[in-house]
Nanobody, 128 residues
């Protein structure tokens, strides 16, 4: 069983940046695609970004495309989400999740049931 721990959240003004980290223990993540999701109060959990096992492919929700960048360092068993040009509507709890597969394609990135392990989340608050 893999344990995922997110960090890097906080309070930032609109237009600012944050970098989230997701560190894994208990199992190597290098064989698995990883995803980032978020959940805002009163809203459904939504997919934000994904990255393949090698880091060679990334996938983004339209709402964050061009502003967020997913990356990973398999040697450190850690994935990252660089968030730039943050907007108040980006305010949410952000979760990383480890897929059960090395690659996901198209709409599969969006499906929570493609991910077998989830972190506890980190709060991101963007003030206007």
């Amino acid at each position: 069983q893999v344990q995922l721990v997110e960090s890097g959240g906080g309070l930032v003004q609109a237009g600012g940046s944050l970098r989230l980290s997701c560190a894994a223990s208990g199992r190597t993540l290098s064989s698995y695609a990883m995803g980032w999701f978020r959940k805002a109060p009163g809203k459904e959990r939504e997919f934000v970004a994904g990255i393949s096992w090698s880091g060679g492919r990334t996938y983004y929700a339209d709402s964050v495309k061009g502003r967020f960048t997913a990356s990973r360092d398999n040697a450190k068993n850690t994935v990252y989400l660089q968030m730039n040009s943050l907007k108040p509507e980006d305010t949410a709890v952000y979760y990383c999740a480890a897929s059960t597969l090395s690659e996901l394609y198209g709409s599969s990135w969006y499906l929570p049931n493609r991910y077998g392990n989830w972190g506890q989340g980190t709060q991101v608050t963007v003030s206007s």
